[in-house]
Structures are given as C-alpha cells and as structure tokens.
T-cell receptor, first 110, second 113 residues
C-alpha cells in the first residue's frame, strides 16, 4: 500500500535552530497531513495540505508540497524543547483511509 | 482529543486468551479506525468503520476482528492473543470525510505473555 516515508529517521538539533523533515510518497494524493506524537501519547494533527496547495503555515510550522516530486517537507522554526517528539506524515489512500509513514524522531538539545 | 476514550489503558494477558479493546467517542462521527504502533513500523491500520455495522480490513487485520453496533463504540477483538500482538493500540476518528484530519485516543498498551 502507498505509504509516506519520512527522512531523516532521527534528528537532533540545538534549541533555537530550525528543524526540517521530509516525506516522500509513491502515488498521486488528494492531501497530505503531518502529525506529532509526544512520547507515550496519541498522535496530534498539525497541518493538512491539499494537492493543489504548495505551501501552508501554522505558527512556527511551514509545510511545502511538491506533487511533481511526490514529496513534502515540514519546517519547524526556532525550535523549543517542547518540540521534541516524533513527526509523521500521512497520505490518503482511496476514499476511506490514510496511511502513515514510520516517522522522524526529533530531539531538541538544550 | 475530540472526546475519544479507550479502555483499558493497559492490559497484560496470556497467549491464547481473548481480548477486547474499546474505543468510545462522544460526538457521533462516522469514521473510526484502529491502529497498532510498533517500533520501526510506525502506525499500521488494523480495521476501520464507516458507519454502524460497516467495517473493513486494513493493512494488518489478520488475528483481529471488530464490531460497531453503535455509532459511539468501536470494539477491537483479539480472538486468541499471540505475543506478536503485543503493541500499543490507538483508536482514531475522522470528523469530516475519511481522508481528512484524524483525532486520536490516548492508546492502549497491550502485553501478551
């Protein structure tokens, strides 16, 4: 089944720096979503970007989508300790479900 | 959290025993999902439902069954638990159409000995 694949698998950066993670997928999509998961918790929705959009912002988050390259990126600016989490992209599959990638583990160093 | 609860939150059971996990929502959303999360595999879809008595299989449905007799409850049953089903199980709902934003429950940590 189609699945987004995040890159890198893990990322450590200093607090205050920007963090960028990428997602690649295999077939055409209608939308792509990014979720965050803090340790031991359920996933929390961050942003949904539709196939006819190229960029979307939410606070310190910026998501881009390049449908020609079948890829998306999530940028977190001015990172904070609270941004330490796993980040997942998800793509729609058919009309009735979405498929998650394996995630990027982000660690913000003090 | 869109009013999603899961029960139990933690369970330890033995191989071969039946186990039922419950997902409850308070807002009557149509779409509900069961995922399992394992290290190195991310979230994998087990079963999903698009209405009362309407369910379908996901990516890793073998060994699992589901039921949805009421809009607000979606049950996941392991008929005969195996150690490979040790995992964290998450329930989710979609508030509009099935491929839109999903809201997740807090998860159930299941250990099969």
């Amino acid at each position: 089944s189609q699945q987004g694949e995040e890159d890198p698998q893990a990322l450590s950066i200093q607090e205050g720096e920007n963090a960028t993670m990428n997602c690649s997928y295999k077939t055409s999509i209608n939308n792509l979503q990014w979720y965050r998961q803090n340790s031991g918790r359920g996933l929390v929705h961050l942003i949904l970007i539709r196939s006819n959009e190229r960029e979307k912002h939410s606070g310190r988050l910026r998501v881009t989508l390049d449908t020609s390259k079948k890829s998306s990126s999530l940028l977190i600016t001015a990172s904070r300790a609270a941004d330490t989490a796993s980040y997942f992209c998800a793509t729609d599959e058919g009309d009735d479900k979405i498929i998650f990638g394996k995630g990027t583990r982000l660690h913000i160093l003090p | 959290d869109a009013g999603i609860t899961q029960s139990p939150r933690h369970k330890v059971t033995e191989t071969g025993t039946p186990v039922t996990l419950r997902c409850h929502q308070t807002e009557n959303h149509r779409y509900m999902y069961w995922y399992r999360q394992d290290p190195g595999h991310g979230l994998r879809l087990i079963h999903y439902s698009y209405g009362v008595k309407d369910t379908d299989k996901g990516e890793v449905s073998d060994g699992y069954s589901v039921s949805r007799s009421k809009t607000e409850d979606f049950l996941l049953t392991l008929e005969s638990a195996t150690s490979s089903q040790t995992s964290v199980y998450f329930c989710a709902i979609s508030v509009s159409d099935a491929t839109d934003t999903q809201y997740f429950g807090p998860g159930t940590r299941l250990t099969v000995l």
